[in-house]
């Protein structure tokens, strides 16, 4: 009795161009792994830039020689100028209070 259903061991073209495709798609795989590591490491390594002037003034219209004391407390910010009191809100910048000062 013989058994003529023997998987041969002999790929055939198809079979090889499929291989070598699964190989290269691996290949690819692996390297965009290691620029997503090597991204996370440079951006991680990188200085954020300052942020510009205008981000900082909070637009209060105000020179550096109006002011006259700047006061913190928890997220609040004073500013005492000549003119008025100035009250904000740091964490969501924006303007709270602003109080003109007796004469």
Do not use: C, H
């Amino acid at each position: 009795m013989t058994n003529d259903n023997t998987p041969s061991l002999e790929q055939t073209a198809a079979q090889k161009k499929l291989l070598r495709l699964v190989y290269i798609m691996g290949m690819i795989l692996v390297l965009l792994f290691l620029l997503l590591i090597a991204g996370i490491i440079w951006r991680a390594t990188r200085q954020a830039p300052p942020p510009k002037p205008a981000d900082i003034t909070l637009g209060l219209g105000l020179k550096a020689s109006d002011v006259k004391d700047v006061d913190l407390d928890g997220g609040l910010m004073a500013v005492t100028t000549s003119q008025e009191l100035i009250v904000v809100d740091v964490s969501k910048r924006k303007v709270l209070l602003r109080e003109p000062l007796a004469p």
